[in-house]
């Protein structure tokens, strides 16, 4: 029963955010926040903190049990296709699931990157106020792991390009400020 309600909620608060919320906005330097220091064990069984990736880090919150996960997975494994080998890392975090279903998500959706294993949900909590408000989200960190960008519900490869490319050019150094690069 707590899966159900859980999925409940998360669909009420999707539904509560506005399309801003759901589209994001890149946040200036000045108004980013530092991700919080999380770390766990990989669907793969190896152990993996946030700080060990480097560049801007698109982090992806998702579950088995979420249809829009299922939507939006197409896109994000071209996006990590496209953007790898340009210094971005990717990070799936699955929250609220069983290890089963992980895994039978990973295959079949034929997710490329590392995903932390987060049955409690204590990675995703651990972000508090910047981390996701429902389920799928994702955050766009820049080269110095703040949160430059939220976006909730699933996101479309050129939903996430749009942001991710001045954050591409802030960590080459190619802009002062991926803000002013995005308008």
Known sequence: MRPVLLVA??????????????????LPVEEREPAPEVSGETLEGEELALSDLEGPVLVNFWGSWCGPCV???????????????????????????SEQGAQRFVEEQDKRFPSLFDPPGEIAAAFGGIGPQAMPSTLLLDDEQRVAIRMFGAVSYGQ????????????????????????
């Open 9 to 26: 909620v998360l669909a009420l608060l999707l539904v509560a955010c506005t399309e801003e919320e759901r589209a994001g906005v890149l």
């Open 71 to 97: 939507d939006e997975a197409p896109d994000l494994r071209r996006l990590h296709e496209h953007y790898a080998d340009q210094g971005v890392a990717f990070l799936g975090v699955n929250v609220r699931d």
């Open 160 to 183: 996430v390009q749009q942001h991710l490319e001045p954050l591409v050019a802030e960590a080459r150094g190619e802009v002062d400020d991926a803000a002013e690069a995005a308008r």
